[in-house]
């Protein structure tokens, strides 16, 4: 079974910065998409940063570039995003997750196997 953990989330101050870990099994790392999402109270979950294992390319929303960075280390199986410069509106629940190529990059409906979340809380 395809399995993923997040941690890493927490409390922090704008500004600050926050490390996630993304622990996973079940499946054939490097032949996987990886990413992570987030989901705002009252907002559609959003993708916000992912790699496709196709292509290498590595996708960032707009309104995180030039602050985070995804990255992943295949021997452990696990990937990382690292969020530096955090804001308050960077305050959401994080889901790392994986797919044999999904149909659109970073789109959350087409993504399959998820972890369990982790908050990431931004003060101001």
């Known amino acids: 079974d395809v399995q993923l953990q997040a941690s890493g989330g927490g409390l922090v101050q704008a500004g600050g910065s926050l490390r996630l870990s993304c622990a996973t099994s079940g499946f054939t790392f490097a032949d996987y998409d990886i990413g992570w999402f987030r989901q705002a109270p009252g907002k559609a979950p959003e993708g916000v940063s992912c790699i496709s294992s196709t292509t290498g390319t590595t996708y960032y929303a707009d309104s995180v570039k030039d602050r985070f960075t995804i990255s992943s280390d295949n021997a452990k199986k696990t990937f990382y995003l690292q969020m530096n410069s955090l804001k308050p509106e960077d305050t959401a629940v994080y889901y790392c997750?994986?797919?044999?190529?999904?149909?659109?990059?970073?789109?959350?409906?087409?993504?399959?196997?998820w972890g369990q979340g982790t908050l990431v809380t931004v003060s101001s």
């Open positions: 997750a994986t797919d044999y190529r999904p149909t659109l990059p970073c789109k959350f409906i087409y993504w399959r196997y």
